[in-house]
């Protein structure tokens, strides 16, 4: 087991882009790690440095806070899944997941055993003579994390495993693979741009944008407490509304945005009260969303099916917030009210909101 | 595409009155689309059948004249097709036991093997390093080095045969093996590059992750998966090597030492005389077994070239 860390950790493409820039990270040992961003921001680029495919143009990479920087791939004692699952076409199941101990000389006999202990972990023992042409896409993403698995790598790390599977696969497969790192406990990296595997998944969330982390923080702490509104607009569906106030920014989830009644009566002390025009509904089983209009800018509420709501479609209704959902922005910095002064008085404690 | 494109409106606009008429309807319009699939069949396998012929001939016309006696093939007013006097096995013994051409045939073979080679071993590591290694300007490199591959023979035999000369090597074998590599290596390197870019190269980053160097990746996922680009590398050297004539004709002039290409050519032609029957038993001996191993092989050529003009 062990700890990844990473000091000012830039890498540079060309002389404009920036793929990754001064991030400093630090798992904690065991943890499932996971950076969030849209494609192309960078954080396939940093999983790809820690393994040691791409040399950092600056800064410093540690595993079990041992320097790594000049080791080569082979030397780092990790795993990595790729998006592709990269088995070995031209090999059997068994010596795609042998292919790693046949590195290590480890001898037949231990050998078949831990192909075996591995296969059977995932349940594929009865592919082992198969080609990879011949198996389904989640036969093969087993197939590639028993081949991370002989290896009893000190971290795995994991490049969007999930997104060549179809829909319904993925929710199973998401909780097959969380119980998995919690059985086994190693250190996970896990590079998504998929929200939803984040927030299920991981232990702590590294939202990166443009190869710089926004924030650091548990999936409650960046959907609660976003650190500056790339992050509130980015995670959540639909995304935090931002209210214009004057220099501020004020921010509320759809779902604590609620209809009043017409006679004012939920309203109280603690209630913010905005008026949405130009509503209109969209309705989605479970819940409905209300499009509409917050002083001149797009909002969207969030409620069950049967919420009492009396608004025609292009009409307007009274809606509401309560005060302790609210989240202050600053508009030009974008970063959050409350945390940003916190953080002139003593470093942010849960997140990494870049001290800008 | 055109029968369905032409029925559809007419059936959309036609009046239906039942639901009855719809079955009658489909069943006449599928029998109309029958004769349209066979029509299609027929001139297919015509334009098939025509071609196959005018590709055959020249073996065919090979074949039939190897047997054939002098007296025969020589007068005009015969009709050329058909045996007029009895077939004969004479000129295949002329070409076998009294000239060189078992010689030429195991030069060739020589030189063949140590050009094709050659061209594997320098031409793997060059494919490799320029689609994988040197950026996006490996792409420009390549074609560049393609480029050499069009500068035909009979300039460049010229300053070569000086390098050949420098080197001592007139009239040796070694020197067709010196040269034949500057044309099958810029070809066959532009060949390679075309396979190496549809090779997954996670599975080479992969093996590297997995314990193995960048060698040890290389030899064990990049290369297995490459096997059928390499192969057509061997075919294609091996090829361009057998029918190369013009650096042969420059540096070798002892019989012992000739290719077929030019070995049958010099000793069959004598003077104004044509051993016609030889000749062409010369060339069908060594086009037969080419022609089936590169049939054989087919499928793969085809997906070498176009994997390199698509890509590059």
Redesign the interface.
């Known amino acids: 087991m062990a700890v990844v860390e990473t000091r000012k950790l830039s890498k540079r493409f060309s002389d404009e882009v920036m793929a990754v820039d001064a991030i400093d990270l630090r798992s904690t040992d065991g943890e499932f790690l996971v950076l969030l961003g849209p494609s192309g921001c960078g954080k396939t680029t940093l999983l790809r440095m820690i393994?040691?495919?791409e040399p950092p143009t600056s800064g410093e990479i540690l595993i079990g806070d041992r320097l790594v920087n000049h080791l080569?791939?082979?030397a780092r004692q990790?795993?990595?899944v790729?998006q592709?699952y990269?088995?070995?076409?031209?090999m059997t199941v068994y010596n795609n997941i042998a292919?790693?101990l046949k590195?290590?000389k480890v001898d037949k006999a231990a050998l078949k055993l831990k192909v075996d202990w591995a296969a059977l972990i995932l349940g594929i023992d009865g592919l082992l003579d198969r080609k990879p042409r011949q198996l389904s896409g989640g036969q093969r993403q087993r197939v590639a994390l028993a081949?991370a698995l002989v290896?009893e790598p000190n971290v795995f790390l994991l490049d969007e495993p999930l997104s060549n599977l179809d829909a319904q696969r993925r929710a199973s497969a998401r909780d097959e693979l969380q119980q998995f790192q919690r059985d086994i406990g190693t250190t996970t990296i896990y590079v998504t741009h998929d929200q939803i595997e984040a927030m299920g998944m991981g232990d702590r969330i590294v939202v990166i944008e443009q190869g710089r982390i926004r924030q650091i923080g548990t999936p409650r702490e960046i959907y609660e407490e976003p650190a500056d509104t790339y992050v509130a607009t980015f995670v959540g569906s639909p995304p935090m509304n931002l209210i214009p106030d004057g220099g501020d920014l004020v921010g509320f989830r759809p779902e604590s945005f609620f209809p009043l009644d017409d006679d004012g009566r939920s309203s109280g002390d603690d209630l913010v009260r905005f008026t949405l025009t130009d509503a209109r509904e969209e309705y989605l089983g479970s819940e409905k969303l209300v499009y509409g209009e917050v002083n001149g800018v797009k909002a969207v509420a969030r409620m069950a099916t049967n919420a009492p709501l009396s608004v025609r479609d292009g009409g307007s209704a009274p809606f509401g917030v309560h005060k302790q959902d609210l989240r202050i922005f600053d508009r030009e910095s974008g970063l959050r009210r409350q945390l940003a002064r916190a953080a002139q008085v003593e470093p942010a404690p849960v997140s990494g909101a870049p001290g800008r | 595409m055109a029968t369905s494109t032409d029925s559809a409106p007419r059936r959309i606009t036609a009046p239906v009155p039942s639901a009855a008429h719809a079955p009658i309807d489909e069943t006449e319009g599928s029998g109309k689309y029958r004769a349209r699939r066979i029509g299609g069949r027929v001139v297919l396998y015509a334009v098939a059948t025509f071609f196959s012929l005018f590709a055959a001939l020249p073996f065919a016309w090979m074949v039939l004249t190897v047997f054939k006696a002098d007296s025969d093939l020589y007068r005009a007013n015969n009709n050329p097709f058909i045996y007029n006097d009895p077939p004969t096995l004479a000129n295949l013994d002329l070409l076998w036991n009294e000239t060189n051409y078992r010689t030429f045939i195991l030069n060739t073979f020589i030189v063949a093997m140590l050009v094709v080679l050659i061209t594997v071993i320098i031409v793997v590591p060059a494919a490799y390093s320029l689609t994988r290694l040197a950026g996006r300007w490996g792409e420009s490199l390549g074609i560049l080095i393609f480029l050499v591959y069009l500068v035909p023979p009979t300039l460049l035999f010229i300053p070569l045969t000086g390098v050949v000369a420098d080197l001592g090597l007139q009239n040796s074998r070694w020197s067709m093996v010196l040269v034949y590599p500057t044309f099958t290596i810029p070809f066959c390197t532009w060949l390679l590059m075309g396979f190496f870019k549809s090779v997954p190269w996670d599975i080479e980053e992969q093996a590297m992750i997995d314990g193995y160097t960048r060698l040890g990746a290389i030899w064990r996922t990049v290369l297995p998966v490459s096997v059928p680009g390499i192969l057509t590398v061997v075919i294609f050297s091996f090829m361009l090597t057998m029918h190369e004539f013009v650096y042969a004709l420059a540096f070798v002039q002892s019989s012992g030492n000739k290719t077929v290409s030019v070995g049958v050519f010099t000793e069959l032609i004598r003077g104004d005389v044509y051993f016609w029957q030889a000749l062409m038993a010369a060339a069908a001996l060594v086009a037969f077994p080419v022609a089936l191993l590169y049939n054989y092989f087919l499928d793969r050529f085809i997906a070498g070239f176009t994997l390199g003009a698509v890509k590059g």
């Open positions: 393994g040691g495919l080569p791939p082979r990790i795993a990595m790729f592709s990269a088995l070995y076409p031209h292919f790693p590195a290590q081949r290896r």
